[in-house]
């Protein structure tokens, strides 16, 4: 009887540790692979599945300019959205920056992930896996990095749309193996990539329903490999930081230590009582704080990057039109 009873034990043991294992499969760890580092996914340039999302966003006509933080209502209240720039340009693929990632599951820490269109195709297995977590939040970053203050009407149009029906293509496969949990039908928000754009750039953006977010504060300056400076760089992020800021990360492996510097800072903001929200819940909690252009830490530190990357931003030697 008791040989019975412990058989019995054992196979409910075994059952419950199954179905605990079935529930926590949809935010088991992400494993690192070769294929998420920089350059190690093969560069595709051509255009989307569908040029045209299916979603199309009503225009917002607020013209309200670029979003850098937000004014919290409630003074008690100690709120930061964490946001994480994935992007890419037409010339190159980069990586998907794991185990930061892997950090903000583990600690249900949610963000919004503000995804170019073309580095969405090249890491779609990635942003796949995000998607299920229900903890992020997904923005449009543009398609292959286009610098809005240098675009054509059509190009910049292109830039956006392609990457909204991006969205949607990864969300449908989701649909279609019958995984998706409640995920937004479509971004709508946008980060202008180099923080650059125009007054035309910005009608354009509202016009197609999207509201424009900055940051802050950057956090990543320079290489944050080494755990001393990465701590050292966090206390000067915390210390810049204030109730509806926005920090900036990047999750593409171009800046690098970006986890080190993730982890410092997380747990400094913590040890002072914050929590953290998606940018779209931070806008519910006040007022936005706007600008007429983006720039990193103060105007126009960004210009000279109009230069660096091809001729509009996207690493092309010809102008990109959406075609
Ligand atoms: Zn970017």
């Given at each position: 009887m008791r040989y019975f009873k412990s058989v019995r034990f054992l196979n409910l043991t075994v059952i419950f540790l199954a179905a605990m294992t079935f529930l926590n499969s949809a935010h088991a760890e992400l494993k690192t692979a070769s294929?998420?580092?920089?350059?190690a996914l093969p560069n595709n340039s051509t255009p989307p599945?569908?040029?045209?999302?299916?979603n199309i966003l009503p225009a917002l006509?607020?013209?309200?300019?670029?979003?850098?933080r937000v004014k919290i209502s409630d003074d008690n209240l100690k709120v930061v959205a964490l946001t994480f720039d994935m992007c890419e340009l037409d010339t190159v693929t980069t990586g998907c920056d794991i185990d930061s990632m892997n950090f903000l599951i583990e600690n249900k820490i949610p963000a919004t992930l503000f995804i170019g269109g073309k580095w969405a195709r090249t890491h779609s297995r990635r942003v796949k896996e995000l998607m299920l977590e229900n903890l992020f939040e997904f923005a449009n970053h543009n398609w292959s990095h286009g610098n809005c203050a240098l675009l054509s009407e059509k190009g910049l149009k292109a830039q956006i749309l392609w990457t909204q029906a991006q969205y949607e293509l990864l969300r449908e496969e989701l649909e279609f193996e019958n995984l998706?949990?409640?995920?937004?039908?479509?971004?709508v928000l946008f980060r202008l990539p180099y923080g650059r754009s125009s007054e035309s750039a910005l009608k354009i953006i509202d016009e197609l329903g999207l509201r424009v977010i900055q940051w802050?504060?950057?956090?990543?300056?320079?290489?944050?490999?080494?755990l001393k400076r990465a701590k050292s760089n966090a206390k000067k992020v915390v210390s810049m930081t204030k109730s509806g800021s926005i920090l900036l990360f990047h999750a593409n492996l171009v800046p690098k230590g970006t986890v080190n510097l993730l982890r410092y800072v997380v747990e400094e903001l913590q040890a002072h009582d914050y929590k953290f929200v998606t940018v779209s819940e931070l806008l519910t909690l006040g007022e936005p704080e706007c600008v007429k252009d983006g720039y990193?830490?103060?105007?126009?530190?960004?210009?000279?990057?109009?230069?660096?990357?091809g001729i509009d931003g996207t690493g092309r030697r010809y102008k990109f039109i959406g075609e």
């Open positions: 294929f998420d580092l920089r350059r599945e569908r040029k045209t999302p299916l006509n607020k013209n309200e300019g670029i979003i850098r998706n949990n409640n995920m937004q039908k479509v971004p802050d504060v950057a956090a990543e300056a320079g290489d944050n490999s080494n990193f830490s103060y105007k126009g530190d960004n210009k000279a990057l109009d230069k660096k990357f």
